[in-house]
């Protein structure tokens, strides 16, 4: 049997660590079915300060031959590449909306030519039956005190770019003949 004692005898001194600090994760579902699952993780943490952190991962995955398989956001629609100017341009617009600081267009330098997001910021994603959700973790988009941002574009939006055969359709709302 070990003898643990050193650990809590640390433990019990206050020089050995800063007790203020805490971290942990939550992980909920966003859908389920029998061939496809979507998650999302909040990670939180706080290591001394005005206040604590949180970010998010999100993690799709699908049935693939009987082994489960993570999704990319680029393997859900067409090649082509004209879905990611369109998505940025959506979550720019709705994140606007919602008042997102970082983004509001009066702060925007006019001379600047980088676009407020690219496709990089939009690697939290999940799929749901009500559309392609987006999250965006405090500071992402706007100050802490705003809180984390999120962006739903519904499937009528993207439906153009994606492909009869695209994992995304696991997850979208199944279509009657009559809605065709």
């Known amino acids: ?16 660590c800063n007790r203020e600090w805490t971290g942990g994760a939550t992980t909920d579902v966003i859908w389920v079915s029998d ?6 993780e909040v990670h939180h943490e706080y290591t001394g300060g005005a206040h604590g ?3 998010y991962q999100a993690r799709c995955y ?8 993570e999704l990319k956001l680029a393997e859900l629609f067409e090649p082509s590449g004209k879905w990611k100017q369109h998505l940025v341009n959506y979550c720019v617009n709705d994140l606007r909306r ?8 009066s702060d925007q330098k006019e001379e600047s030519d980088s676009p407020p997001l690219d496709e990089d910021d ?12 987006f999250f965006f973790s405090p500071y992402h988009v706007g100050s802490y005190a705003e809180g984390a ?11 153009p770019f994606i492909s ?3 994992p995304a359709r696991l997850f979208m709302p199944r279509r009657s003949p009559s809605d065709k």
């Open 164 to 166: 009869e055969s695209s």
């Open 35 to 40: 061939r496809a699952v979507s998650l999302l």
């Open 53 to 55: 952190n949180y970010w």
């Open 1 to 16: 049997v070990p003898d643990w004692s050193i650990v809590w005898d640390e433990i019990r001194e206050a020089a050995y």
């Open 62 to 69: 699908i049935d693939d031959n009987g082994s489960a398989r």
């Open 98 to 105: 919602q008042g997102a600081t970082a983004l509001n267009a």
């Open 122 to 133: 939009l690697v939290t994603f999940s799929l749901a039956p009500s559309g392609l959700w």
């Open 149 to 159: 941002y999120s962006v739903c574009v519904p499937y009528a939006e993207i439906e």
